[in-house]
């Protein structure tokens, strides 16, 4: 070899062979890494609940109730590695089916509350029953956190419609969710490798109803007059709307000041008697106690088992007592609380 022209000492083929596995080794590391064995999978848990808070009658007639599935609906993923890229090939899929065609049921009366389901209110984004939901799309990737690999709990919201008074006691209806999932888990600019599955979920819907009433209770003004003697009976209704099925009893007070049973209304520590009797004609006075309260059986109007809708009307009479003596002149007043027993 001639001095002065470079040269180059063969490599042993033993180090040769040495880098080559080096650099396999460290390739399949890297692949390693890329595919975490469990991740980007979803976990189904069998059965999650949803409770709605209890609510009147009057309330769910008039105002829709909400609640969402807890802790989820059934499902538990890991965010995809690419999102909108490939999000037509991607998807986590939910197909509701319904025990009571998306109405809570209550057992005892047959009544039924209809609701809606949503994968997110706040987004509009409903589901209907028998249809396949995708959560997997452009309007819940980011608000749910769907691409960037962290758990992401898959919500479920529910939403009552408002109907007509129904009786109280306990809703409820089961829904079946089959769960459907194809998610990217390995990709840079396009996705490499999915991960795929299936489950199913029950979520157990259920709301307390609770009774009420409404309770419309006009003033009774006995008008006025000179002595004791010249006031005349004046008769008054009071007028009750109670919860469908709901049977009641209702009393009057004693006033603010009473003398044993007897009623007074009071003018600058002087006080005028009267009493309140049951019916427009009866002697039987109408108290809070026992047999002094009536029942929504003895209405004088629409007696019997209320129908959360029409009302119930109770007439009483009113009466200045006779024999004493006439107070000072004046405007007498007292105030008399009414009270609904279910």
């Known amino acids: 070899m001639p001095i002065g022209e470079p040269h180059h000492m063969p490599q042993p083929p033993t180090a040769r062979r040495r880098n080559r596995r080096s650099w396999s080794i460290g390739a399949m590391l890297l692949f390693l890494l890329c595919i975490s064995p469990a991740a980007w999978s979803c976990t189904?848990?069998?059965?999650v609940n949803a409770t709605f808070a209890s609510a009147s009658s009057f309330a769910i007639a008039s105002t829709p109730q909400t609640t969402s599935a807890q802790p989820n609906a059934?499902?538990?993923?890991?965010?995809a590695v690419l999102g909108l890229a490939v999000v037509s090939n991607q998807w986590i899929r939910a197909t509701l089916a319904s025990a009571n065609q998306g109405a809570l049921f209550n057992?005892?009366?047959?009544?039924?509350?209809?609701?809606?389901?949503?994968?997110?209110?706040?987004?509009?984004?409903?589901?209907?029953?028998?249809?396949?939901?995708?959560?997997?799309?452009?309007?819940?990737?980011?608000?749910?956190?769907?691409?960037?690999?962290?758990?992401v709990n898959i919500p479920m919201e529910f939403r009552t419609l408002t109907t007509s008074n129904v009786a109280a006691g306990t809703y409820t209806d089961t829904l079946t969710i089959n769960w459907n999932w194809r998610i990217c888990n390995l990709g840079v600019l396009a996705c490499l490798s999915f991960r795929t599955g299936s489950g199913v979920s029950t979520v157990n819907l259920s709301m307390a109803v609770t009774p009420d009433c409404a309770i419309q209770s006009p003033d009774l003004d006995f008008g006025s007059a000179p002595l004791v003697a010249g006031f005349d009976p004046v008769t008054q209704t009071i007028d009750i709307t109670c919860t469908k099925g709901s049977d009641f009893s209702v009393g009057l007070s004693d006033g603010q000041q009473p003398a044993a049973s007897i009623r007074r209304m009071e003018?600058?520590?002087?006080?005028?008697e009267y009493q309140l009797y049951k019916g427009p004609t009866g002697n039987?006075?109408?108290?809070?106690?026992g047999s002094e309260r009536r029942t929504s059986a003895t209405a004088d109007t629409n007696p019997g088992t209320p129908s959360g809708v029409t009302g119930q009307g109770f007439t009483y009479r009113g009466e200045i007592l006779p024999g004493q003596t006439t107070p000072p002149s004046g405007t007498y007043t007292d105030v008399i609380v009414v009270d609904v027993i279910f």
């Open 44 to 47: 189904i848990s069998p059965s």
């Open 74 to 79: 059934g499902a538990v993923c890991q965010g």
């Open 107 to 151: 057992a005892a009366s047959g009544d039924t509350i209809s609701y809606r389901i949503f994968a997110l209110a706040a987004a509009n984004e409903e589901i209907f029953l028998n249809t396949t939901y995708n959560y997997f799309n452009p309007v819940l990737i980011d608000l749910l956190g769907l691409v960037g690999g962290q758990s």
């Open 267 to 272: 003018n600058n520590g002087n006080y005028l």
């Open 284 to 289: 039987e006075r109408w108290g809070n106690t």
